[in-house]
């Protein structure tokens, strides 16, 4: 079977279920993954054999992504703000959004050397490693309660080659110390009673303690956060959270109840909003 025939027949089996765009492009991302192809050289190399050991890795594949892995966990990484992140899982895939949120940091602060930063629930390590690589000469610390967390985000760190400081810590009883010029947190928020509303791939296979929180105490990780990050913060410092859209409002006027100067919601790319940032409580 040629190249070509063996990601049209790829196509044609992820379809039905995941729709011929996205079926598209899975057939591109496991090419890549087996064989290193690009989308170019799907087309250039069309006409060359694939070998019986390649379409077995890719039957294997196939029936794990029609069972509805996602495709992620399967290949074991995924692209993300320009990197290639291991992901497991143990952590959350990075999403979109989240990638926003480090432009967010990066377009205030890039021309800014030698700050310290502080990534609570890092998961992947994914927010810390980008901030590591795009602020100049930054030292960055992501903390995570997760052992398995923990063991994927330094494995990104090596790969990727960027000194980041890993903790175990729960956020929710931290007792650090510090002095931080930006904390950023992507903390679970999703309240339990939206599961009905998620994909299967994500509520399979993604990890609950990464995501949900009660409907009772939606703002936990964020009250949290809150009370500690004044004594970790710099006198100038600032915290940046990525949020439940549902819970804006509320995390907004908590956070002006509590000091925070310049209390600002931003939305996402989509008009969502999506991440708050502010300053800390002057002394």
């Known amino acids: ?3 070509r025939e063996t990601v049209q027949q790829i196509e044609k089996s992820l379809s039905p279920r995941y729709g011929a765009g996205e079926a598209r492009a899975m057939a591109a991302i496991i090419m890549e993954h087996l064989k290193g192809y690009s989308t170019v050289d799907l087309v250039l190399y069309g006409d060359r054999e694939v070998s019986d050991f390649i379409r077995e890795k890719i039957d294997a594949i196939v029936k794990r992504l029609l069972a509805g892995e996602p495709i992620q966990y399967i290949i074991g990484s995924t692209r993300w703000h320009g990197l290639t992140i291991k992901v497991t899982p143990d952590v959350l895939i990075p999403r979109p959004e989240t990638s926003e949120l480090v432009d967010i940091i990066t377009d205030r602060f890039g021309g800014t050397p030698d700050l310290r930063v502080l990534d609570l629930c890092t998961g992947s390590g994914c927010i810390a490693i980008a901030l590591a690589r795009s602020l100049p000469f930054a030292r960055v610390t992501g903390v995570d309660i997760s052992a398995g967390a923990l063991e994927v985000a330094r494995d990104n760190g090596k790969e990727l080659k960027v000194s980041v400081k890993w903790l175990k810590a729960d956020v929710l009883d931290m007792s ?43 703002l936990r990780f964020y009250r949290a956060i809150l009370s500690k990050a004044p004594h970790l913060l710099s006198d100038s410092g600032r915290i940046y959270f990525e949020i439940n859209p549902l819970e804006a409002a509320s995390l907004r006027d908590m956070m002006r109840s509590l000091d925070w100067q310049d209390v600002s919601v931003i939305k996402d790319i989509h008009g969502t909003d999506r991440f708050i940032t502010a300053l800390r409580p002057q002394k």
Do not use: C, K
């Open 176 to 218: 650090m110390t510090g002095n931080f010029d930006i904390i950023v947190s992507n903390p679970p928020y999703v309240l339990e009673s939206e599961r009905a509303g998620m994909e299967a791939h994500v509520l399979d296979h993604e990890p609950a303690l990464a995501l949900f929180v009660p409907d009772d105490d939606p």
């Open 1 to 3: 079977m040629t190249l």
